[in-house]
């Protein structure tokens, strides 16, 4: 499946998405509070907000969060993940389209998410949606590669996913994302974050990726069975770890 149905990649694993996804450091919203004055009344936009893993941060400090998502699994499952925040709400819209009205969001907020988007045409539309001088803050986990088994896991990826390399967030680095803000500057920060996984939370995780093959797809059963042999391999006790650079980069359009 090419970028361009990037919008259907994550229909038939957004249950593994939600439950075995890595979430996001709550020093997140306490330095974009502390750095950019972010307003507890600020009105928030999740863009690209998938299961809503990225909208339940910023809820859980009170704020309203509105989750523009475009898969319908993905996003039943954010409403139903999320169904007790009175200031939540999820509508079906892309990043190039929100629905969004002018000039009604105080933070865009866009979490693993943005290296799928048509940067030409979400840059207007974030400006017609955003307040005057307001905020976008775009968020990975960025899976490190430093111990024998992240190394090991990341083989595997390699040696099983079918265009991993192509669409791997990566692949867009902090000169890309200057050059999406330009003329205006962007800060970038970096939190650390991990995942205590034992073997069935890493085969969830596993699955989560679009680019790794589902149940009946060619190659499936052995690379299962290579998954628990790595597991098994470099686990401590009945866990393993992966690491992660969450990086955050954050620009006051109109500064």
């Known amino acids: 499946m090419s970028k361009h149905d990037s919008t259907k990649r994550f229909s038939d694993r957004a249950e593994d998405y939600a439950k075995y996804r890595p979430h996001y450091p709550n020093e997140i919203v306490s330095w974009l509070v502390s750095a950019y004055n972010l307003s507890p009344t600020s009105t928030i936009a999740d863009i690209g907000a998938g299961t809503g893993i990225s909208s339940e941060l910023f809820l859980n400090y009170g704020y309203a969060v509105t989750a523009v998502e475009p898969n319908q699994e993905m996003r039943n ?76 896991y990341e083989q595997h990826i390699l040696d099983y996913a079918s265009d991993y390399v192509q669409i791997n967030h990566r692949n867009i680095g902090y000169q890309h994302i200057q050059n999406f803000f330009a003329p205006y500057a962007c800060e970038m920060k970096v939190f650390s974050n991990q995942q205590v996984l034992d073997y069935e939370s890493l085969r969830g995780r596993h699955l989560s990726s679009s680019y790794i093959p589902q149940v009946g797809s060619p190659g499936y059963e052995s690379m299962i069975a290579d998954l628990q042999k790595l597991f098994l391999e470099h686990k401590e006790g009945d866990f393993v770890k992966i690491h992660y650079a969450t990086k955050v980069y954050v620009c006051i359009i109109g500064s």
């Open 77 to 152: 499952v954010a409403i139903d993940q999320l169904k007790s925040f009175e200031k939540f709400q999820a509508i079906a819209g892309t990043a190039e389209q929100t629905s969004l009205e002018d000039s009604s969001v105080d933070l865009i907020v866009s979490a693993q998410a943005f290296h799928w988007f048509d940067a030409a045409i979400v840059r207007p539309e974030f400006e017609r949606i955003l307040t005057p001088n307001g905020l976008v803050a775009l968020i990975w986990n960025e899976r490190l590669t430093e111990t024998a088994f992240e190394k090991a």
